[in-house]
């Protein structure tokens, strides 16, 4: 099992809509996720961090921790087409507390 | 304030051949990392060094070696480079601001192709 998992997509949403994007842990005692955004050719740029339970909100990110379920998700609200894009989750590692650990990331394509 | 600066920015090199990717941050953050991409995958974790004089191994440390010159330097190198290490090489690095917020910032890359 990887230790960090997403749907490597596309997601396809269409302009203004709410954009979903999942992944899945297997550290059970992971305490920091990320959100990544990475445009083709560029590196990753941090549009979210969040280590406590529930929701944290930014402009139209909002991302979701559920440490129960070892989940954490990421929405965009009113998707434009900039934000077309891979999304890549990182976990800091409960194990290896110095270990930022990648998923294989979903590609978003917003249609106008 | 550059941020996260690698050299080289292309490389080319023939099997067999050694060389070292070079990295640099001006943000004084303790932990730096080195990340491959191979296309249409995530990041993998080589190594990574969580303060200045360690280094750890991380998920696809085979190959390669680092070494964490200052706090400001962390380099990697291929010592007998394969086909197989042809791929985008990231570095990082970050730091846990006094908030409890985490913040991690890459490089621009270094494409590496190996013939």
């Known amino acids: 099992q990887k230790e960090v998992e997403q749907n490597s997509g596309p997601l396809s949403v269409p302009e203004g809509a709410i954009a979903s994007l999942n992944c899945t842990y297997s550290?059970?005692?992971?305490?920091?996720f990320f959100w990544y955004r990475q445009y083709s050719g560029k590196s990753p740029e941090l549009i979210m961090f969040?280590?406590?339970?529930g929701d944290k909100e930014d402009g139209r990110f909002t991302a979701q921790l559920n440490k129960a379920s070892q989940y954490v998700s990421l929405l965009i609200r009113d998707s434009q087409p900039s934000d077309s894009a891979t999304y890549l989750c990182?976990?800091?590692?409960?194990?290896?507390?110095?270990?930022?650990?990648f998923g294989s990331g979903t590609r978003l394509s917003i249609r106008p | 304030n550059a941020g996260v600066t690698q050299t080289p920015k292309f490389q080319v090199l023939k099997t067999g051949q050694s060389m070292t990717l070079q990295c640099a941050q001006d943000?004084?953050?303790?932990?730096m990392y080195w990340y491959r991409q191979d296309p249409g995958m995530g990041l993998r974790l080589i190594y990574y060094?969580?303060?200045?004089?360690?280094?750890d191994k991380g998920e696809v440390p085979n190959g390669y070696n680092v070494s964490r010159l200052n706090k400001r330097e962390f380099s990697l190198r291929l010592e007998s480079a394969a086909p197989s290490q042809t791929s985008v090489y990231f570095c990082?690095?970050?730091?846990?601001?006094?908030?409890?917020?985490?913040?991690?910032?890459f490089g621009p890359g270094t494409r590496l192709l190996v013939l």
């Open positions: 990182a976990v800091r590692l409960y194990s290896s507390a110095s270990k930022i650990i």
């Open positions: 969040i280590y406590s339970n």
């Open positions: 943000m004084n953050h303790n932990s």
């Open positions: 550290d059970r005692g992971s305490q920091s």
């Open positions: 990082a690095s970050s730091e846990v601001t006094s908030g409890g917020r985490e913040t991690q910032y």
């Open positions: 060094s969580a303060s200045e004089g360690t280094t």
